[in-house]
């Protein structure tokens, strides 16, 4: 898929499937982003081997990487990952994350949207996020996004400086999702598109 999207300043970003080429502009991104930002990511996306191996793993076809694209550089990346086959392969976990300078314009909605409806075309039926613990502000945004908490796992997980942290698992349900449309963060194009 590609979509060309317009963000609430103007700007036009190029939203697109990650291809095998992106390494260097993956990598570019994630070392731009500022230090609070990566901490709390789950792995340690600035090293390049860490990189090429999230890369490789979409040859897995439970793995769907959304990259948007301004120009050349990659200013939001976001994964769609599908459980395994068997009593959770109507589930799968989303992952997001936008250029600081991208950010509170619109494109972590958009992305998620796009998200969305590749999970529901893959018969997706409940989303979850993990969200470490003091990462409030990102809770937040993912209420509007359709999420709300559903368990805590106290002290579960370590930050990239190693220190634990608690793991916030939020949940969305689909097709109640569809049932909110009319909410503020999912906007009519998406009822049509679905
Ligand atoms: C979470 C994240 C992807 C959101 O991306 P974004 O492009 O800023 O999101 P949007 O612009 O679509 O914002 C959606 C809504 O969330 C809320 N929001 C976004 N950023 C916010 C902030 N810094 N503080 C308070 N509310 C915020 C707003 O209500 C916003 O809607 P509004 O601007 O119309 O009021 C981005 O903040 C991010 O990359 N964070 C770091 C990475 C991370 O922790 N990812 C989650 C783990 S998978």
């Given at each position: ?14 939203i ?97 949207r796009e998200l ?79």
């Amino acid at each position: 898929m590609k979509k060309k999207v317009k963000l609430k300043d103007g700007r036009e970003v190029l939203i697109r499937e990650m291809r095998q080429d992106d390494t260097d502009r993956s990598l570019a991104f994630f070392l731009a982003l500022p230090r609070e930002d990566v901490t709390y990511l789950r792995r340690d996306v600035t090293r390049r081997e860490v990189v090429e191996q999230r890369i490789r793993a979409m040859a897995s076809d439970r793995i769907v990487r959304l990259v948007a694209v301004a120009g050349d550089e990659i200013v939001a990346d976001g994964a769609l990952e599908l459980e395994a086959q068997g009593w959770s392969e109507h589930l799968a976990e989303i992952r997001l994350v936008v250029a600081r300078p991208y950010q509170r314009k619109g494109l972590g909605t958009l992305m998620a949207r796009e998200l969305y409806l590749l999970a529901a075309s893959k018969k997706v039926e409940e989303i979850i996020v993990k969200i470490m613990g003091p990462q409030e502000g990102v809770q937040n945004i993912f209420k509007r996004l359709g999420f709300h908490p559903e368990a805590v796992l106290h002290h579960y997980v370590k930050d990239i400086s190693g220190t634990k942290q608690d793991l916030v698992v939020m949940r969305c349900n689909l097709e109640e999702l569809w049932q909110k449309l009319d909410d503020h963060a999912i906007d009519s194009d998406w009822q049509r598109t679905r």
